[in-house]
């Protein structure tokens, strides 16, 4: 991808809400993209990711994320974040071709309360 | 248990010193990544490893250096030349198209 962009630098939201992350990505030709998630102090973990096939991706810690070609997106979702999903995410991609480097968004950070 | 580690966590450095950061995997992963994390940005990319005794430069390779003398290893050097050092260092490894991430070392410049 030539570029990802997280609109959102900080998403607040109270425990047992849904949220949604906003990630959209440039490119001029077909693209691999991932959600990563980094707790305080730790590397980043990987959350799920979109290579081909089903446009609708589960991952882990119930997260689930829909690719969308036409509006360039791969928004992230939870029907119902925990207090312990407070945490920084970030969206990459990289293109399908060969030798191609992996560019990530900026980040940004849920932060869940009561 | 399979896994990548890096070390120190915590490393400090004097002004003018060169620091050497250890990145191990037992993944059996063929290319290996170094990234460089400051507050409120991405990740930036500073060197990668496609193969053993091969490596690139990424966005953001002054200052610094690597080498891949062996699979599991991939050490990056921060040199006095790297004017800002002081942030949060990330290696990662992958087979295909999914890196997967050490745990980080933070480099304090004093």
């Known amino acids: 991808a030539q570029s990802v962009t997280q609109l959102d630098s900080q998403v607040p939201v109270f425990e047992e809400a849904p949220v949604e992350l906003r990630c959209n990505y440039s490119?001029?030709?077909?693209?691999?993209l991932f959600w990563y998630v980094q707790y305080p102090n730790q590397g980043l973990q990987l959350l799920l990711k979109?290579?081909?096939?089903?446009?609708l991706v589960k991952g882990i810690n119930g997260f689930e994320a829909e690719f969308n070609k036409s509006q360039t997106s791969f928004h992230l979702r939870k029907p119902s974040v925990h207090i312990s999903d407070t945490a920084e995410y970030f969206c990459a991609g990289i293109n399908t071709g060969t030798a191609s480097k992996l560019t990530f968004g900026t980040g940004t950070r849920l932060q869940v309360t009561l | 248990d399979g896994g990548i580690t890096q070390s120190p966590k915590y490393l400090f450095r004097k002004e003018g010193q060169n620091v050497t950061l250890s990145c191990e995997q037992n993944l059996n992963h063929d290319a290996m990544y170094w990234y460089r994390q400051d507050p409120g940005q991405g990740l930036r990319l500073i060197y990668y490893?496609?193969?053993?005794?091969?490596?690139q430069k990424g966005d953001i390779a002054e200052g610094y250096s690597v080498s891949r003398e062996k699979k599991e290893s991939f050490p990056l050097t921060v040199t006095s030349a790297q004017k800002n050092p002081t942030a949060f260092y990330l290696c990662a490894s992958s087979m295909d198209t999914t890196q997967y991430f050490g745990p980080g070392t933070r480099l304090t410049v004093l």
């Open positions: 979109y290579l081909s096939g089903s446009t």
């Open positions: 490893s496609q193969i053993v005794n091969d490596f």
């Open positions: 490119s001029s030709v077909s693209v691999y």
